[in-house]
């Protein structure tokens, strides 16, 4: 099986920072672009950013220039920085891959269970 695995949400104030962090593990031959998403209260679930395996990343435009999505494919994670953090930042973020398993070659997508930010005004 294969599960991603988040940490590094929580409660801050306008202006601060948190990084979070989504760990893949299982039976993983290759990870093709991770992301990361959120979903506030009564809004639909919004790609927030994604990066490639060779680095290439986008970024919606409500967090550019304050958040910075990175990998390390030694260790089958990805990050998110997030500063200047907003009380509209506030949301259920989740970690996604898509994932091609040992057993099979086509890629599957695979989410988080997802972390609590909370930004207080």
């Known amino acids: 099986q294969v599960q991603l695995v988040e940490s590094g949400g929580g409660l801050v104030q306008a202006g601060g920072s948190l990084r979070l962090s989504c760990a893949a593990s299982g039976s993983i031959f290759s990870i093709n672009t991770m992301g990361w998403y959120r979903q506030a209260p009564g809004k639909q679930r919004e790609l927030v950013a994604a990066i490639t395996p060779v680095g290439r990343s986008n970024y919606a435009d409500s967090v550019k220039g304050r958040f910075t999505i990175s990998r390390d494919n030694a260790k089958n994670t990805v990050y998110l920085q997030m500063n200047s953090l907003k009380p509209e930042d506030t949301a259920v973020y989740y970690c996604?891959?898509?994932?091609?398993?040992?057993?099979?070659?086509?890629?599957?997508?695979?989410w988080g269970q997802g972390t609590q930010v909370t930004v207080s005004s």
């Open positions: 996604n891959a898509g994932i091609i398993k040992r057993t099979t070659i086509f890629p599957q997508d695979y």
